[in-house]
Every structure is written in structure tokens, then in C-alpha cells.
């Protein structure tokens, strides 16, 4: 392509105080995530992100109670009614009685839920190797535990 058909590029802006903001290079970072999860799995497997990482918890936890998920998924009781509903309705879902308690619940995948929850859960090596290609795998680590940390509740 002739460098001379090109639009120009803007120059980069200064980030002056937003260098320091946390939720500001979060926020950018997200535009790429977001990007990559619905290039690799939100079109391919017709996902939500709430959808996906409720699959990939019901994965590798089982019997998990309708609180314990929401509680993982950061979701209120009221949304994960409906997130838990939609998984149900597409046969990727069963809910049991509890049978220690029978006013509570169990969340189990049905066999469609386990092997999409599958198909996802290989998926996301190709978006992880997209998303790492700039970081180190100790950068990765290092990543991950950070963000792990700044997802916990602020300490009273």
C-alpha cells in the first residue's frame, strides 16, 4: 500500500493524571479483552461473558449453589435468576434440590452444557495466547494475581 494513501496518524495523547488511574488502564485493556472474547468464543458458542465464566465455574465446581455462583460472579440474586434461566432454557443447565436441604439448590451442566463448557474452556487458548503476546508468563502471572487482588471487596 503507498504510505502517501494512508490517513495520518494521531499523535498520542499525554495520559497526564489518568497515568496513575487503575480503573482508567483497566478500562482500556477491556476494549481488547472484550474484542478477543467475541471474536473467539461470545460469536462463535453465541455467549455472554457472565455465560461463559457461569460455564466454566459449573465446570470445574460441582454442586455449586445458586449463592456460591453468584457470589464467584460478582451478580446480583436478581441477575443470576435470569443468567440461570437463559443457561436452562438452552439445555445447558439443571437445577436440583439440594438434598440436604430441600429449600436450597444444586447447579449441575446437563451433558450439552459440560460439552460446550468444554469446546469454550479450549477456545480460550487461542484468546489467551492473542491477549499474552506482550506479556511474559510471569508478566501473565503477575497479572492475574494483581487483578485478583483489586477484585476483592474493600477491606472495612
Given at each position: 500500500?503507498d504510505t502517501r494513501t494512508r490517513p495520518p496518524r494521531a499523535p498520542l495523547l499525554d495520559s497526564g493524571a489518568l497515568r496513575g488511574?487503575?480503573?482508567?488502564?483497566?478500562?482500556?485493556?477491556?476494549?481488547?479483552?472484550?474484542?478477543?472474547?467475541?471474536?473467539?468464543?461470545?460469536?462463535?458458542?453465541?455467549?455472554?461473558?457472565?455465560?461463559?465464566?457461569?460455564?466454566?465455574?459449573?465446570?470445574?465446581?460441582?454442586?455449586?449453589?445458586?449463592?456460591?455462583?453468584?457470589?464467584?460472579?460478582?451478580?446480583?440474586?436478581?441477575?443470576?435468576?435470569?443468567?440461570?434461566?437463559?443457561?436452562?432454557?438452552?439445555?445447558?443447565?439443571?437445577?436440583?434440590?439440594?438434598?440436604?436441604?430441600?429449600?436450597?439448590?444444586?447447579?449441575?451442566?446437563?451433558r450439552a452444557g459440560k460439552q460446550l463448557a468444554t469446546q469454550t474452556a479450549t477456545a480460550t487458548q487461542a484468546m489467551e495466547a492473542?491477549?499474552?503476546?506482550?506479556?511474559?508468563?510471569?508478566?501473565?502471572?503477575?497479572?492475574?494475581?494483581?487483578?485478583?487482588?483489586?477484585?476483592?471487596?474493600?477491606?472495612?
Amino acid at each position: 500500500m503507498d504510505t502517501r494513501t494512508r490517513p495520518p496518524r494521531a499523535p498520542l495523547l499525554d495520559s497526564g493524571a489518568l497515568r496513575g488511574v487503575v480503573g482508567f488502564h483497566i478500562a482500556r485493556a477491556s476494549v481488547t479483552t472484550v474484542e478477543s472474547f467475541d471474536r473467539h468464543i461470545g460469536t462463535p458458542f453465541g455467549l455472554a461473558k457472565v455465560e461463559f465464566s457461569a460455564l466454566m465455574l459449573l465446570l470445574a465446581n460441582e454442586d455449586v449453589s445458586p449463592k456460591a455462583l453468584a457470589q464467584a460472579l460478582r451478580i446480583t440474586a436478581p441477575k443470576l435468576s435470569l443468567l440461570l434461566d437463559r443457561l436452562q432454557e438452552r439445555g445447558l443447565l439443571l437445577r436440583r434440590p439440594n438434598p440436604e436441604d430441600g429449600r436450597s439448590q444444586h447447579l449441575l451442566l446437563t451433558r450439552a452444557g459440560k460439552q460446550l463448557a468444554t469446546q469454550t474452556a479450549t477456545a480460550t487458548q487461542a484468546m489467551e495466547a492473542e491477549l499474552n503476546q506482550h506479556l511474559s508468563r510471569a508478566e501473565h502471572a503477575m497479572l492475574i494475581e494483581l487483578l485478583d487482588k483489586l477484585a476483592r471487596p474493600p477491606v472495612a
